[in-house]
């Protein structure tokens, strides 16, 4: 296993980030702790959850996968030391979390103290804002327009920043969280809680955890760049484009039990001709590589400069097994360049 520096934490974290948002939905505590100690003992060292799984998202699976990774913590409380352990507070416009409010420096504090009792352990070393409260141009909304920026209340969104970052203090200064990241933001998110935290002596965002893939790789060049400069870890999620670059959804299949067989909070948005067409031909280099495609997809993401660990996920045991194993071998300069063509075909497929 291989191993990167947290943005400027220092953290040392695995360049597979074990996701855990299935877990208590289509995964139960079983299945839960045999992913979690067959990663550890592949040398996975971080593990990435939040207060809004399982997904689909619920009020009836609401915090169910930070409790059953506290069941296993508690299970096995020597192993807390060897695990770094990011998790995250929903943003706005879920009903039964909050009320479906803001972020607020209040609301942090509640959460971190809600996640900590459901994960059974006195601190968590990555606390992340799960999206901002501002509309972003994540979840498909990427289009020119589709999010107005010009109508949205600059200092208004800082100020609520600020007072996020002193919540976050708060907890610092309690021993609760060590560091803290963002999630499903902007580079103007970044930089402007870096310039807060410098003039107002608060925590730094140290990662940002952003969809990622050769189906949507809207990142690079200029978030990506951004972060290296600025020592923050980019952390890709969604790496396989749920589930599709696996390869099976292509033909309209629906295998029993798939992601894609339960309803979607931001419909199958994913699900388009082009992208239909971009992972058979990522399918069809797979198969020439004597890999998976899934396995070409995952391994593609980690040779991107700027990646720190890519967040994986897996609802079986094979899969998981699979999704590890493509970490293992770099991709041949051949590989890569019959991607190179096929990307700059289907740059943005949806």
């Known amino acids: 296993m291989q191993f990167s520096i ?27 702790n045999q992913q979690i100690d067959y990663a550890l003992a592949q040398g996975v060292n971080f593990i990435d959850t939040a207060e809004m799984y399982a997904v689909p998202p619920s009020a009836d699976t609401y915090g169910k996968t930070e409790t059953i990774i506290g069941n296993w913590l508690a299970a096995n409380p020597q192993r807390r030391k060897d695990i770094v352990l990011a998790t995250k507070i929903a943003g706005p416009g879920l ?60 200092a208004d969104h800082t100020a609520q920043m600020l007072d996020i970052l002193k919540g976050l203090q708060r907890c610092v200064d309690a021993g609760k969280i060590r560091f803290c990241g963002l999630s499903d933001d902007t580079t103007w998110g970044i930089n402007t809680y870096l310039k807060l935290s410098e003039q107002h002596t608060l925590p730094r965002m140290v990662s940002i955890q952003n969809e990622f893939s050769l189906l949507h790789a809207k990142d690079w060049p200029y978030l990506i760049e951004n972060c290296v400069h600025e020592d923050i870890a980019y952390l890709p999620w969604s790496p396989l484009a ?7 959804y292509l033909n309209n299949a629906r295998p029993e039990g798939s992601r894609w067989t339960f309803s979607q909070r931001n419909k199958l948005f994913r699900d388009t001709e082009a ?9 069809e280099i797979a198969h020439q590589c004597g890999i998976t495609p899934a396995q070409l997809a995952l391994a593609w993401c980690d040779q991107v400069d700027g990646v720190t660990s890519t967040i994986i996920g897996a609802t079986t045991q094979t899969q998981l ?18 991607i190179n ?4 075909r289907y740059p943005a497929p949806f």
């Open 6 to 32: 947290l943005g400027s934490s220092g953290l040392s974290v695995s360049r597979v980030c074990l996701g855990s948002m299935t877990w208590g939905f289509q995964n139960n505590q079983q299945d839960a």
């Open 95 to 154: 009903p039964w979390v909050r009320n479906g409010a803001p972020i607020t420096g209040d609301a942090v504090v509640e959460a971190v103290d809600a996640s900590l009792k459901r994960l059974q352990t006195d601190y968590i070393d990555l606390f992340q804002l799960h999206w901002p409260n501002r509309p972003n141009p994540h979840f498909g909304r990427h289009t020119p327009n589709d999010t107005r920026f010009s109508d949205i209340n600059t």
């Open 242 to 248: 749920t589930g599709m670059l696996s390869g099976k």
């Open 275 to 283: 992208a239909q067409l971009a992972t058979a031909e990522y399918a």
């Open 321 to 338: 097994i699979e999704n590890i194993n493509a970490f293992a071998t770099p991709l041949t300069p051949q590989a890569l360049n019959d």
């Open 341 to 344: 063509a096929v990307f700059k």
